[in-house]
């Protein structure tokens, strides 16, 4: 249809809900709920880009009453009210509606299907084509040769053609099909035991409910059908009324109303209300130019330039830093320049490796770095920076090592919105400040045509690097005042800021891999791949593709006639999940050696054969990358390799770890939290069992034998201990009585007894469960011991999986958090030792609740001995912490 003749018209109303359920779960930092909003506005958008209308209008129920309650009391009588988290989201939606100057439609006594279908019939009369913009079913009944309707969040298009060909009706026929299968929804009662599939069957071969009836003596061999058509027969022409869409509404605004002009579009207030909705990318797109007159950038080309500046950063005692490199691996990039800012509006960079000079002249990088050696080194001058970890590795590999560093916008952003992912210089610029940043891709292109920053054009590279440092130094005094006015300044001061050096360090000093071991073992694991796969088709009775999921469902599921477990998420097909090989292991050896191929196949590609290809060429090791940034949790997370997922307890997971290896005349050390997270249960909790058992140094899990299954001491079995520990564990994660039932293969009646009889015992683990979930939903946040924070609105929500949910996180948070924050203060404190005592030794990594260190064997007892003072008194707490130790010419060693 061409869009200059066409007119859209919304059905605002079915959408709120749509959005409302598409999208999960999503807030402003402030608790205000905004998933419907977004959807919606995504939905309108989409309009708006695809389809650039001329004419187009948004249409809603009002609250209250309609003639159809006058025709039927019972109508929607059924339908829950609308949920709170939805209905303050109405405004919301309709200003943004508004800032898209679209008009809003709505009339008392009527709903939305009504004021379309009207407007339908409206603009047909005028000439128009009509695009009905719903998912609603009920439209069918309007379609005609020039009115069609589109579903946006299906992109599917339904016309004349289509109804006829999918159901062999005419649309205005699909009126008596609502007539007898009713809709349950709206509590239209239709006839009984009839669905839309009987009654699309009923309308296609009688062609109208009238003709059923006439004819209902051909019905009688179908016995039930043909009682439930007589016994509803007075219901059928009420609910077909209530189904049918009136066309005739008496309505005011003329179509020149629904004519839309795209200067009309209110930007900058569309902007704003995307920015107080948080909606960052949205913003983005709808900011207007941002206006950089103001802003001051230089780019310097002389040693007096530089000592100038130099002198002016010292004279200050604060300023932002940033590097331009060639490589986003901070260990493999080389320096390309150098920005500073210490005032607003204002930015310096220092070109000394581009490639691209334009003739203009770049100051040599040995005078670079003489020049701002001194003032980088200096402690007492205050550095901010965005990912200023980078800056410090790369930096250091040209012999300045930063100090004084106070700040980092990165980490104070994630701080504040720990739930949010993404927490990027731009994100942090539009978010404070409304401003839209060059971004990297405008410099540098994107995909085959990107080339290296040291090959962009010097004065494009210069604003660019400039406004980096600018905007950090900006944001800094922004995000500074925010994390006070939360709280979260000591947690930023103590841990995360000293944490950075502490982490740029382990990234530098890397480990060492045995790539011979690698190799072996990726022939071990091939092998292995093989005979797997052989077996594999053997029990299937066929050859195809493995790592299919659709071939695999048919070969499961059809042809070997297993019992379906569950449906994939678009029910578009059988699953085969983890969850479901798992269950259906138990009953045939195919899923059992699926489990096996997919385990050992996924090891091989993301550990075995690819940790070769990331070892350094300079250093022979491997250089992780610690992030801060990532887990709600303050958990800290790596990559390139993500060392974090190397499983623990599988055979495979140990020999991988038997390739990591110390250097020469070295060892490595592990040094393990023992049960973190349940010692931080027992503090919080206050629970005296659990005290006096870690006081006691008993085994934690015999004692919750002893407690839960009431047994006598020295009668606790090996299986007793086992189900014991899955318990604790489960109580801290919020494991329920179902969970627990599938995961110790007891009956749900039984999981019951155990968790009451766990409650019972640990009163006072049950109180702090109760009383963290109450206060987390009066202000729907919760924090760790160290005063991190995170918000969970979900608490409040009325749909009770997100709010299961948030309970369980509610609970854990404080646990879990805080086992991350002490784990941090004791790198740090490590970190301390290991300079006081100038020893050798050093910090690899940092897994979950272990710190992996290499150490000169002349310093092995030392180190031991200096690890258990500085980690088990990192912080005062009602039970004492435990550190296991272990040492080994490897890492799988290390952790016996």
Known sequence: MAAQNTIYLIDGSAFLYRAFHAIRSLSTSKGHPTNATFGFTRILLKLIKDKQPKYAGVFFDVKGPTFRHKMFDEYKANRPPMPEELAIQIPDIKAIIKALNIPIIEKTGYEADDLVGTYARIAQAKGFKVVMVTGDKDFIQLITDDCILWDPMKDTVTDRAGVKEEMG???????????????????????????????????????????????????????????NLIASQKMVDLSRDLATIDQHVHVEQPLSDFQLQEQDINTRKAFELFQSFEFKTLAS????????????????????DME????????????????ETTDIDPMRADLVGLSFSYMEDAGFYIPVGHTNTGGIQMPEKEDLLRIFKPLLENPDIAKVGQNIKYDFIVLARYGIEIKGIVFDTMIASHLLNPGTRGHGLDRIAMNLFGYKMVSYEEVTGKGKNQIGFQEVPLDLAAEYAAEDADLTFMAYAVLKKQIED??????????????????????????RVDTDVLGQLSLEFEEELKTLEQKIYEL???????????????????????KT???????????????????LAETHELPEKLLRYRTLDKLKSTYVDSLSSLVHPQTGRIHTS?????????????????????????????????????????????????????????????DPILIESFRKDEDIHTRTALEVFQVLPGLVTDEMRSQAK???????????????????????????????NYFKRYAGVKTFIDKTIMQTRETCEVSTLFGRKRRLDDIRSSNANLRNFAQRAAVNTPIQGSAADLIKLAMIKMQAALATERMASKMLLSVHDEIIFETPEQEKEKLMAMAKQVMENVTPLKVPLKVNFGAGANWAEAEH
């Open 726 to 756: 899955a318990i604790n564990f489960g109580i801290i994660y919020g494991m329920g009585a179902f969970r627990l039932a599938n995961e110790l293969g007891i009956s749900r009646k039984m999981a019951d007894i155990y968790i009451d």
């Open 486 to 511: 939360k709280g979260l300044t000591p947690l930023m001061e103590t841990i995360e800021v000293p944490l950075i050096c502490v982490l740029a360090k382990m990234e530098m000093a890397g480990i």
């Open 285 to 304: 797109e709808f900011s207007e130019t941002t206006d950089k007159s103001k802003k001051t950038y230089k780019m310097l080309h002389t040693v007096a």
């Open 540 to 562: 299937a009775g066929e050859e195809f593709n493995i790592n299919s999921s659709q071939q695999l469902g048919v070969i499961l599921f059809e042809k070997l006639g297993l």
């Open 565 to 583: 477990v569950k449906k994939t998420r678009k029910r578009t097909g059988f699953s085969t999940d983890v969850q479901v090989l798992t269950q």
């Open 626 to 686: 610690f992030n801060q940034t990532i887990t709600v949790t303050g958990r800290l997370s790596s990559s390139n390799p993500n060392l974090q997922n190397i499983p623990i307890r599988k055979p495979e997971g140990k020999k991988i770890r038997q390739a990591f290896i110390p250097a020469d005349g070295c060892t490595l050390i592990s040094a393990d939290y023992s049960q973190i997270e349940l010692r931080l249960l027992a503090h919080c909790a206050m």
């Open 169 to 227: 009706l005419e649309p205005e026929q699909f009126i008596d099909v609502l007539g007898l299968a009713g809709d349950t929804s709206d509590n239209i009662p239709g006839v009984k035991g009839v669905g839309m599939k009987t009654a699309v069957a009923l309308i296609a071969e009688y062609g109208s409910i009238n003709n059923i009836y006439t004819n209902l003596d051909q019905l009688k061999k179908k016995k039930k059908l043909h009682e």
């Open 308 to 323: 100038h500046l130099a002198s002016a950063l010292e004279k200050k005692g604060v300023f932002a830093v940033d590097t």
